[in-house]
């Protein structure tokens, strides 16, 4: 019988400092050859005697069989160990877990709040030949906070991408401060567009409202959420949302769903 | 099947391996590790305790961290004796939940889980069951090796539940025993009427009174799902043991503690009294029936004999119940 606890070992190939706080990890697991995911999963990823933590994966989906990247924000015991690792050192890992985004199959609004754009990006990153398709929305604190900052000026030569910083005003980037549903709200959107929206919980409500108002509908509306997650089988009970589970059934949900939940009530 | 049958399977399994049974104690009936056939309590009075500890430990090492190495020692032969219906069923449910656990599941195969019944009447009255009782066709939707029922004539009839059992008694020479084939936890006529009715009760009730009610009294001291037989919360930690070796433990949690959902930043989810009640009575009434079309709450009453504040599972759905009818 399979020990679904049991990691893998993963060898850092390199790291990538992206902000202050957050660095993206590229890894290759033991059995690397045979691994798939899809962009929006997560992976479980520890140190003997740090626990494990839900992280998402941050890289090309198509790369999957050569290295996955995770990108990672010092925030606790084990993220800001993870932070200082080098390459050739040693994680374990376990995953991909849960469902992962929706296909892309037209025009696709991604928002994303503070690092709440890593799993963003594996949607990017995966699907470059269809860039036209998708609009970008980014809200962080300050400029400092940014992640993928080369990543974003790169796709902004294609494609729409809009930047805000809640607490300062960057006159090239965009002329005004506040939160990213300040951005949203002023924007116009395609009520036939899809949304893929990941970042802080505080902000969700809020940007459901606009999209909504803006007349995209709730199954067309898609939140990435984050909970504690011990198992990551939907066994354990700490992401249990509702009847479901934000590591098996998630982390990805529609917003009809989210509505029948309390703490999404409009 | 006499009594004497019965006497031979019990001095037999003492025997055989280590017995957690019932037994009497100053403050009850409890369930414990039992070193002698003259200590198991057969009056069927539910024991304060059930069998969860043994089946799910309150800590478990899963393996080793530095290297990466799996605990493969073989565990003791042990014999769950004595276990009433209702407990039964709490340990069914595990084997649903647990499915895909190699540590749950290497450690169910070891175990003989050995059903009791003192009879239909004496449980009824002495369980103060709020809505269970015996029916003819329980036992093919509970997961047992063996279940002896004691008749009214003090006679006791045997059943087999598994090949694992069967061999067990034949071991034993009790010959004189039906078998029962698993034909799964749903019952022939679908699942029973009044987990929908529950599961509808708990699902529309969030913005019901009673769960502010309940907020305030509720200390959130977790004893509910400490004691109950099943809650299955875990924890999965790093821990040093005695020797300083690095292991990857389980820890039995409750999502009645402050870091059940606490995450980055200190955030959390389950903050007040009132969210956490709800949210154990939701995981009991409607999200394992809803997983698995099975009760989450086999109506034991423990969690309302242990409660602090006095706070009655079964007073509470009446409740909401009553309001509903109006």
Known sequence: ?266 | MSKIDFAKFVDFIFDEGIVIGPTKQSSGVVVRNLQRSADIDLSGTLPENGFKSFILPKSEVLFDLEPISENKAKKNCLFLFGVSLLDLQALTLFEYVFEKDVYFQSRRREYFVIGFSAGIENDYRKYKVFHDQFEDNVLEHVLFDVFIEKQKNGNYRFFAGSEKGQKLLERAEVNDYENIEFVGITKESGPEQRIFLNKKLIAESVSHPLWIELGNKCLACGKCSVICPTCFCFDLRDVFDSNGKLQKTRQQSSCFFPHFTKVAGDNKELISAREKIYFWYYHKFVRIPEEFNYFGCVGCGRCSKVCPAGINIAKNLQKLAKEKQK
């Open chain 1, 1 to 266: 019988m399979k020990n679904i606890y049991l990691p893998k070992k993963a060898v850092v190939l390199a790291v990538q400092k992206e902000n202050f706080d957050t660095a993206t990890l590229f890894l290759k697991m033991e059995g690397q050859a045979d691994f798939e995911f899809l962009p929006g999963q997560f992976m479980m990823i520890g140190l003997a005697g740090f626990g494990e933590s839900a992280i998402s994966i941050s890289s090309d989906s198509r790369q999957s069989k050569k290295f996955i990247s995770l990108t990672i924000r010092s925030v606790g015991n084990l993220t800001q160990a993870l932070n200082e690792l080098k390459k050739g050192d040693v994680v374990l890992v376990r995953g991909p877990f849960g469902n992962g985004f929706p296909e892309i199959n037209g025009e696709t609004i991604l928002i994303g709040g503070g690092c709440g754009f890593i799993p963003l990006r594996s949607v990017i990153a995966s699907n470059v030949e269809r860039l036209a398709d998708l609009r970008i929305f980014v809200g962080c604190a300050t400029a400092k906070n940014l992640v993928f900052t080369a990543d974003l000026a790169e796709w902004e030569k294609k494609i729409s991408v809009k930047v805000i910083f809640e607490k300062e005003i960057h006159e090239d980037i965009y002329p005004e401060k506040g939160y990213i549903t300040d951005l949203l709200s002023k924007e116009i959107l395609n009520p036939k567009a899809k949304a893929f929206v990941c970042g802080p919980l505080v902000m969700y409500a809020k940007t459901a409202k606009i999209l909504l108002q803006k007349g995209l509908s709730a199954e067309n509306i898609f939140f990435s959420l984050e909970k504690r997650m011990h198992c990551g089988i939907g066994v354990c009970q700490h992401c249990a949302i509702g009847p479901k589970y934000v590591c098996k059934d998630g982390p990805v949900f529609d917003l009809q769903f989210l509505l029948t939940q309390k703490y999404f009530v409009l």
